[in-house]
């Protein structure tokens, strides 16, 4: 099976930058749209961003459009998630998720997902 894995995540001041990175084990990486979601306390998952296979392709939230950059290195297995001018309505658990069909926002088209990594802005 496909294992996930996010890293970058933690405390940061409104206005302030993270970069999440999602490494992927195995040999079928290449082949995989990546999604990000995002989920706070008492809410529902949240789509973020999306990525297709080649790269050449991106989906935003409207809610992090201009602020968030996915992109993907497939000879690294890993995928990033670059956040800029953070807010706190930003703050929560921030999944990968590899999906093997088409670029979806939609959580249940994606069959594989990381633990998750934690991301806080606050002052």
């Not at 496909?2 to 890293?7: A, D, F, P, Y």
């Not at 409207?62 to 992109?71: A, L």
């Amino acid at each position: 099976q496909v294992q996930l894995v996010e890293s970058g995540g933690g405390l940061v001041q409104p206005g302030g930058s993270l970069r999440l990175s999602c490494a992927a084990s195995g040999r079928t990486f290449r082949s995989y749209t990546m999604g990000w979601f995002r989920q706070a306390p008492g809410k529902e998952r949240e789509f973020v961003a999306a990525i297709s296979w080649s790269g050449s392709t991106t989906y935003y939230a409207d809610s992090v459009k201009g602020r968030f950059t996915t992109s993907r290195d497939n000879a690294k297995n890993t995928v990033y998630l670059q956040m800029n001018g953070l807010k706190p309505e930003d703050t929560a658990v921030y999944y990968c998720a590899g999906s093997t069909g088409n670029t979806s926002q939609f959580g249940h088209d994606y069959g594989y997902w990381g633990q998750g990594t934690q991301v806080t802005v606050s002052s």
